[in-house]
């Protein structure tokens, strides 16, 4: 079963602009953890937040953690015609010994209109 | 450092045949998972490696499913009898466990179309 829910499913927006992506999880995590994926392609890392952290840059990259309320934000800036992708948010449950046992949720899907 | 590598990349087969999927892993990452995705849907987890161990497996693994890692190296994914319902792409990923917070590298998955 999934452990969170990206919001929102889909996202459209210009060249340029910024880009917001809501996942929420439900269980207490020892990390989170961005992927990107294009169609029909495997995943790519982006970031990992640890619990401990509340936010965390790379590039263009934004990525908030507010473990109270189980729920992290992917701020993608400036946002290029390439960002058009699925964005993944995935949970490596407390508890689980650290098995890198990732949960995904469904997904964003981004368009960026050029 | 080449990434995850899987292959073949695409298969099509028909309904009860079988089928195996590799996986070489980032060299030296002692941890290796594979994940199955359908489409529209996050991947879901199916097993996972220790270096040659099998330490856990989804219950989404029937028993027409069967993983192995012989020399904590590459590790192959066998689908025995398949259905239609196995039709999907199947990730394998890996990472260097260092006991806090292991970043997983994904490769770019095998397609199973079960005709």
């Known amino acids: 079963s999934q452990q969170g829910e990206e919001d929102p499913q889909a996202l459209s927006i210009q060249e340029g602009e910024n880009a917001t992506m809501n996942c929420s999880y439900k269980?207490?995590?020892?990390?989170l953890q961005w992927y990107r994926q294009n169609s029909g392609r495997g995943l790519v890392h982006l970031i990992l937040i640890r619990s401990n952290e509340r936010e965390k840059h790379s590039g263009r990259l934004r990525v908030t953690l507010d473990t109270s309320k189980k729920s992290s934000s992917l701020l993608i800036t400036a946002s290029r015609a390439a960002d058009t992708a699925s964005y993944f948010c995935?949970?490596?449950?407390?508890?689980?010994?650290?098995?890198?046992?990732?949960?995904f949720g469904q997904g964003t899907t981004l368009q960026v209109k050029p | 450092d080449t990434g995850v590598s899987q292959n073949p990349r695409h298969k099509i087969t028909k309904r009860g045949q079988n089928v195996t999927f590799r996986c070489d892993p980032i060299s030296e990452h002692n941890r290796l998972y594979w994940y199955r995705q359908t489409l529209g849907q996050g991947p879901e987890f199916l097993t996972y490696?220790?270096?040659?161990?099998?330490?856990?497996k989804s219950r989404l693994l029937s028993d027409r499913f069967s993983a192995e890692r012989p020399k904590g190296s590459f590790s192959t994914l066998e689908i025995q009898r398949t259905e239609q319902g196995d039709s999907a792409m199947y990730l394998c990923?890996?990472?260097?466990?260092?006991?806090?917070?292991?970043?997983?590298?994904f490769g770019e998955g095998s397609w199973l179309t079960v005709v």
């Open positions: 995935a949970t490596d449950a407390r508890g689980s010994s650290n098995t890198g046992k990732l949960i």
């Open positions: 490696f220790q270096n040659e161990a099998q330490l856990e």
């Open positions: 990923a890996s990472s260097l466990f260092s006991g806090s917070g292991n970043t997983i590298y």
């Open positions: 269980t207490s995590i020892n990390n």
